[in-house]
């Protein structure tokens, strides 16, 4: 579990743009990790690159 006000960076496949993307954001008290029923693993997290919330599925994570 991600703690919260913690800086991240996130990378996984967007199906959206059809290619593997790494982006810098903020596990805040808005943000979550879950498990679809699908089984996929699921994150969203304030993106600091576009300025919003994001969510990334099958994503990998790293603390900066």
Do not use: H, L
């Given at each position: 579990?991600?703690?919260?006000?913690?800086?991240?960076?996130?990378?996984?496949?967007?199906?959206?743009?059809?290619?593997?993307?790494?982006?810098?954001?903020?596990?805040?008290?808005?943000?979550?990790?879950?498990?679809?029923?699908?089984?996929?693993?699921?994150?969203?997290?304030?993106d600091?690159?576009?300025?919003?919330?994001?969510?990334?599925?099958n994503?990998?994570?790293?603390?900066?």
């Amino acid at each position: 579990m991600i703690k919260e006000n913690t800086n991240i960076k996130v990378g996984w496949f967007m199906k959206k743009y059809n290619k593997f993307q790494v982006r810098f954001g903020k596990f805040d008290d808005k943000s979550k990790e879950w498990i679809t029923s699908k089984g996929d693993k699921c994150i969203t997290f304030f993106d600091t690159y576009r300025n919003r919330y994001t969510t990334a599925v099958n994503y990998f994570i790293n603390e900066v």
